[in-house]
Nanobody, 123 residues
Framework: QVQLVESGGGLVQAGGSLRLSCAAS????????MGWFRQAPGKEREFAAA????????NYADSVKGRFTISRDNAKNTVYLQMNSLKPEDTAVYFC????????????????WGRGTQVTVSS
């Protein structure tokens, strides 16, 4: 397993941007596809984006496509989520997770999770 720690959340106005980071421990980071999920109060955790181990393939939920960009730096054991044109409905706790496939979109497909970082978008 890999240990994950998210950072970069905060309060931003609608239309603004944030960049989330997720630092991973371990020497096998590049073996994992990495994903970002989010969970709003009273709602289920939902998929946002994923990236393959070497960063060549990405996958996005329709709700964030064109606004969010996932990337990774394997030399730094870090995955990022650049979020632009933020909307109030993007407000949630954002989690990063490590899994086996960039095309996996359900939480049960990911075996390691961070504790999350809060993103709040005001209108």
């Amino acid at each position: 397993q890999v240990q994950l720690v998210e950072s970069g959340g905060g309060l931003v106005q609608a239309g603004g941007s944030l960049r989330l980071s997720c630092a991973a421990s371990g020497r096998t980071f590049s073996n994992y596809a990495m994903g970002w999920f989010r969970q709003a109060p009273g709602k289920e955790r939902e998929f946002a984006a994923a990236i393959s181990g070497r960063g060549r393939t990405t996958n996005y939920a329709d709700s964030v496509k064109g606004r969010f960009t996932i990337s990774r730096d394997n030399a730094k054991n870090t995955v990022y989520l650049q979020m632009n044109s933020l909307k109030p409905e993007d407000t949630a706790v954002y989690f990063c997770a490590a899994g086996a496939s960039v095309f996996a979109t359900t939480p049960t497909d990911f075996g390691s999770w961070g504790r999350g970082t809060q993103v709040t978008v005001s209108s």
